[in-house]
């Protein structure tokens, strides 16, 4: 099952030809499909002046209910998910030369946006992209990070909430979306130390948020207040980012 992959939004406000021209932030839900979630990380991004095309890409069955559970599940399509941005990422680069392109992915979505980078790699004239920043992802903590590490300029950051029950009982269920059953980096960051991973521990406390724990880290005025400085600087981490 492949599912049902729609394109980046085009056409509004967010992804205008002005926007597009200065680079792009490619937001990917988790399973749920397009929420109040990833738009309240576009609206942190708008709120906070960057100044790309700012794009919700919807990947997956987007049947409620069921729609979920086969997200989650079928990991053969979540890769191809992953592929088929990839491809969107590259013509982006052919239209758009030298632009900067970032990916945000949020649960289930920050594993299909580690597919999208591996699978950048195949593509010929395909380049890295900046960055990457997966937020909760149902990605398994042993996961293998060598190759999409390999399509990105300044890496990935990973943000992790020990709190989050829902990945912890979810995925001891139904695995991650690559497959596996162990524990997500989205509950517990990754294993051992990678270069050019950033491992951020977040809780609603040290946010100052309330709310569901698999959603602390999608909180516009939180996107708004930290993602530009990382955003805006060609090292990581920026300099005086809190850990």
Request: glycine share 14%; net charge positive; charged share 15%.
């Amino acid at each position: 099952m492949g599912g049902c992959l729609e394109p980046v939004t085009l056409g509004t406000s967010y992804t205008s030809p002005t926007r597009s021209a200065k680079g792009m932030v490619v937001i990917l839900p988790g399973i749920e499909g397009e929420s109040g979630a990833n738009r309240d990380i576009r609206r942190g991004l708008e709120n906070a002046g960057v100044p790309y095309a700012l794009a919700i890409y919807r990947w997956g069955f987007p049947v409620p209910g069921i729609g979920m559970l086969v997200n989650q599940t079928d990991a053969a399509g979540n890769r191809r998910a992953g592929a088929k941005l990839a491809q969107r990422i590259a013509k982006y680069q052919t239209d758009h030369p030298g632009k900067p392109v970032f990916l945000i992915g949020h649960s289930g979505g920050g594993g299909v946006a580690v597919f999208a980078l591996e699978s950048l790699a195949g593509i010929p004239g395909a380049r890295p992209i900046e960055g990457a920043f997966l937020l909760s992802a149902s990605l398994s903590s042993n996961y293998d990070l060598s190759e999409a590490l390999r399509m990105t300029r300044r890496g990935l950051v990973n943000v992790a909430n020990p709190e989050d029950n829902l990945l912890n009982t979810g995925t001891a269920m139904f695995g991650n979306v690559d497959g596996g059953h162990g524990n997500s980096a989205g509950r517990t960051g990754f294993h051992g130390s990678h270069p050019r991973v950033f491992e951020r521990q977040v809780t609603a406390a040290s946010l100052g948020v309330v709310g569901p724990a698999h959603f602390v880290a999608t909180n516009g005025r939180v996107i708004s207040q930290r993602a530009p400085a990382w955003l805006q600087s060609t090292t990581w981490p920026p300099r005086g980012a809190p850990r």
